[in-house]
């Protein structure tokens, strides 16, 4: 049986947010309301998708998705941007098992809901 990996991301930080694969995971396919992206999406303020990849076993593991979410950035950087890894945590709920932020900053991300095989994440303003 083939489960998916899913993220669903609720923007409410008063602006766009691009979501990418991060570059790591370069044989992963991103999708994004199931389909698959071949560069970043734009997500709009107030716009909650379900980020995903296919996932070919019955049981999860801690890193099962490269995902990347950056927030408006004039300065022409690699700022405001976290990076993270998606899989089951000790307790088999999916769950953000590392995180890397690129600073600085301008929003932060709440864990709203987990099941085992779906993570919901609230993004908003600092």
């Known amino acids: 049986m083939e489960n998916a990996c899913t993220v669903i991301s609720i923007n409410a930080t008063g602006g766009n ?6 570059p790591n995971w370069d044989d ?4 994004i309301d199931r389909v698959v992206i071949h560069s970043a999406y734009t997500q709009a303020d107030g716009q909650s998708v379900a980020c995903s990849v296919d996932w070919p076993n019955s049981t999860g593991d801690e890193l099962m ?3 990347c979410f950056v927030g408006p950035n004039n300065r022409g950087e690699n700022a405001n941007n976290y990076m993270m890894s998606i899989g089951q945590n000790s307790n088999g709920l999916m769950d953000v098992t590392e995180v890397y932020p690129l600073k600085p900053l301008s929003f932060k991300y709440t864990v709203v809901a987990q099941t085992k095989w779906e993570l919901v994440l609230r993004f908003e303003k600092l």
Not at 17 to 22: K, S, T
């Open 17 to 22: 947010l691009l979501i990418d694969g991060d």
């Open 28 to 31: 992963q396919q991103l999708k």
């Open 65 to 67: 998705m490269g995902i």
